[in-house]
């Protein structure tokens, strides 16, 4: 019966948003997975205190905007 209720716990990490949830070498260990869900807690807290971390990406935007500004250059 433990071993229906460990796959159902692993199941439900699936409806969680990518970024929530647990890398699979965590999922044999509860302590792992539980330490997890802090750190997710406390990235919750800290983004709804405004202390989010700024994702950078190039986007294609970037580059047309160095194109642009290299020909008036």
């Given at each position: 019966m433990e071993a229906i209720s460990a796959?159902?716990?692993v199941l439900g990490f699936f409806e969680l948003p990518a970024e929530d949830?647990?890398?699979?070498?965590?999922?044999?260990?509860?302590?792992l997975v539980d330490e997890w869900f802090v750190s997710v807690k406390a990235r919750y807290e800290?983004?709804?205190?405004g202390l989010e971390?700024?994702?950078?990406?190039?986007?294609e935007d970037d580059f047309v905007n160095e194109e642009v500004a290299a020909l008036r250059g």
């Open positions: 796959a159902m716990v949830q647990p890398p699979e070498h965590y999922w044999h260990s509860r302590e800290r983004k709804a205190k971390s700024i994702e950078t990406s190039v986007s």
